[in-house]
């Protein structure tokens, strides 16, 4: 996998407990970072596609088996 030089901004004290993690973990900051992003988006992904399957679903609509109109009546269907 080709690799993208990304710049990130975090505060001081936070690269600081990261990198010594990191270290702790026998890994490079960037190794470290990367892996938790990575995680977290393998994490999110089921998710996001059960939402592009549900928003298909929408557009298609439901098929209600009415299609060739409806052989009830609202009468019929409360008759006592």
């Given at each position: 996998?080709?690799?993208k030089d990304v710049t990130v901004?975090?505060?001081?004290?936070?690269?600081?407990?990261?990198?010594?993690?990191?270290?702790?973990?026998?890994?490079?900051?960037?190794?470290?970072?990367?892996?938790?992003?990575?995680?977290?988006?393998?994490?999110?992904?089921?998710?996001?596609?059960?939402?592009?399957?549900?928003?298909?679903?929408?557009?298609?609509?439901?098929?209600?088996?009415?299609?060739?109109?409806?052989?009830?009546?609202?009468?019929?269907?409360?008759?006592?």
């Amino acid at each position: 996998m080709a690799l993208k030089d990304v710049t990130v901004s975090l505060p001081e004290e936070l690269v600081r407990a990261a990198r010594q993690i990191a270290i702790d973990r026998g890994l490079s900051l960037s190794a470290y970072l990367a892996r938790l992003i990575e995680e977290n988006v393998l994490r999110q992904r089921p998710a996001s596609e059960a939402r592009d399957r549900i928003r298909q679903r929408i557009h298609e609509g439901i098929d209600f088996g009415i299609r060739d109109g409806v052989t009830w009546t609202r009468e019929s269907l409360h008759r006592r």
